[in-house]
Protein backbone atom coordinates (compact mmCIF):
# COMPACT_ATOMS: atom_id res chain seq x y z
CA UNK A 1 0.00 0.00 0.00
CA UNK A 2 1.15 3.48 -0.68
CA UNK A 3 -0.38 6.73 0.95
CA UNK A 4 -0.45 9.89 -0.58
CA UNK A 5 -1.22 13.31 0.42
CA UNK A 6 -1.19 16.35 -1.39
CA UNK A 7 -0.75 20.14 -0.16
CA UNK A 8 -0.03 23.81 -1.78
CA UNK A 9 -3.24 24.38 -4.00
CA UNK A 10 -5.16 27.90 -3.11
CA UNK A 11 -6.19 30.60 -4.64
CA UNK A 12 -3.94 32.63 -6.96
CA UNK A 13 -4.19 34.81 -9.63
CA UNK A 14 -3.64 34.96 -13.42
CA UNK A 15 0.55 34.59 -14.10
CA UNK A 16 0.72 33.77 -10.48
CA UNK A 17 2.67 30.57 -8.97
CA UNK A 18 2.63 28.01 -7.13
CA UNK A 19 3.88 24.76 -5.97
CA UNK A 20 2.29 21.79 -5.34
CA UNK A 21 3.62 18.90 -2.57
CA UNK A 22 3.06 15.11 -2.78
CA UNK A 23 4.25 13.30 0.34
CA UNK A 24 4.36 9.25 -0.34
CA UNK A 25 4.60 6.82 2.46
CA UNK A 26 4.19 3.23 2.78
CA UNK A 27 5.41 0.79 0.59
CA UNK A 28 7.69 3.54 -1.63
CA UNK A 29 10.16 1.45 -2.71
CA UNK A 30 7.54 -0.38 -5.08
CA UNK A 31 7.21 2.48 -6.91
CA UNK A 32 8.14 2.87 -10.51
CA UNK A 33 6.55 6.53 -11.27
CA UNK A 34 4.93 9.18 -9.82
CA UNK A 35 2.20 11.75 -11.48
CA UNK A 36 0.06 14.79 -11.33
CA UNK A 37 -3.64 14.81 -12.92
CA UNK A 38 -5.88 17.17 -12.75
CA UNK A 39 -9.39 17.82 -12.99
CA UNK A 40 -11.62 20.50 -14.33
CA UNK A 41 -15.50 20.37 -13.27
CA UNK A 42 -17.34 18.55 -15.62
CA UNK A 43 -14.16 17.03 -17.16
CA UNK A 44 -12.57 14.10 -16.96
CA UNK A 45 -9.23 13.62 -14.94
CA UNK A 46 -5.91 14.20 -17.69
CA UNK A 47 -2.43 14.06 -16.62
CA UNK A 48 -0.48 17.01 -16.90
CA UNK A 49 3.13 15.66 -15.77
CA UNK A 50 4.64 12.22 -14.76
CA UNK A 51 8.55 11.29 -13.67
CA UNK A 52 9.72 7.93 -13.72
CA UNK A 53 12.51 6.33 -11.40
CA UNK A 54 15.41 7.62 -14.17
CA UNK A 55 14.15 11.18 -13.42
CA UNK A 56 12.43 11.37 -17.36
CA UNK A 57 9.34 13.49 -16.80
CA UNK A 58 6.78 14.52 -19.83
CA UNK A 59 4.26 16.86 -19.59
CA UNK A 60 0.99 17.34 -21.15
CA UNK A 61 1.37 20.50 -24.01
CA UNK A 62 -0.85 22.65 -22.33
CA UNK A 63 1.49 23.05 -19.55
CA UNK A 64 4.83 22.49 -21.34
CA UNK A 65 7.44 25.36 -20.67
CA UNK A 66 5.47 26.36 -17.67
CA UNK A 67 5.21 23.68 -15.13
CA UNK A 68 7.95 21.68 -13.54
CA UNK A 69 7.77 18.32 -12.50
CA UNK A 70 10.79 17.00 -9.40
CA UNK A 71 11.02 14.67 -6.41
CA UNK A 72 13.38 14.52 -3.25
CA UNK A 73 15.42 11.49 -2.96
CA UNK A 74 13.55 8.14 -4.01
CA UNK A 75 9.29 8.54 -3.80
CA UNK A 76 9.37 10.28 -0.59
CA UNK A 77 8.07 13.40 -2.26
CA UNK A 78 7.49 14.84 -5.64
CA UNK A 79 6.72 18.61 -6.42
CA UNK A 80 4.82 20.12 -8.63
CA UNK A 81 5.89 23.46 -9.79
CA UNK A 82 3.20 25.65 -11.67
CA UNK A 83 4.26 28.99 -13.44
CA UNK A 84 2.21 31.80 -15.30
CA UNK A 85 -0.64 29.61 -14.22
CA UNK A 86 -3.76 30.86 -16.24
CA UNK A 87 -7.40 30.52 -15.65
CA UNK A 88 -7.95 26.73 -17.47
CA UNK A 89 -5.31 25.97 -14.80
CA UNK A 90 -8.18 26.04 -12.31
CA UNK A 91 -8.62 21.92 -11.28
CA UNK A 92 -8.32 19.56 -8.61
CA UNK A 93 -4.70 18.65 -8.67
CA UNK A 94 -4.48 14.73 -7.79
CA UNK A 95 -0.80 13.18 -6.55
CA UNK A 96 -0.53 8.91 -8.68
CA UNK A 97 1.73 6.48 -8.11
CA UNK A 98 2.48 3.65 -10.36
CA UNK A 99 3.64 0.23 -8.67
CA UNK A 100 3.20 -1.87 -11.60
CA UNK A 101 1.34 -1.22 -15.35
CA UNK A 102 -2.25 -0.67 -14.43
CA UNK A 103 -1.59 -0.76 -10.53
CA UNK A 104 -2.54 3.06 -9.12
CA UNK A 105 -2.33 4.80 -5.85
CA UNK A 106 -4.10 8.00 -5.64
CA UNK A 107 -3.79 11.21 -2.80
CA UNK A 108 -7.25 13.27 -2.51
CA UNK A 109 -6.09 16.16 -4.49
CA UNK A 110 -5.66 19.89 -3.54
CA UNK A 111 -7.21 22.21 -5.04
CA UNK A 112 -6.21 25.09 -7.44
CA UNK A 113 -7.76 28.17 -8.71
CA UNK A 114 -6.70 30.58 -10.44
CA UNK A 115 -8.65 33.77 -10.82
CA UNK A 116 -8.82 37.71 -10.24
Known amino acids: QVQLVESGGGLVQPGGSLRLSCAASGSIFSINAMAWYRQAPGKERDLVAR???????NYADSVKGRFTISRGVGWNMVYLQMNSLKPDDTARYYC??????????WGKGTLVTVST
Open 96 to 105: NAEVAPGAMY
Open 51 to 57: ITSLDIT
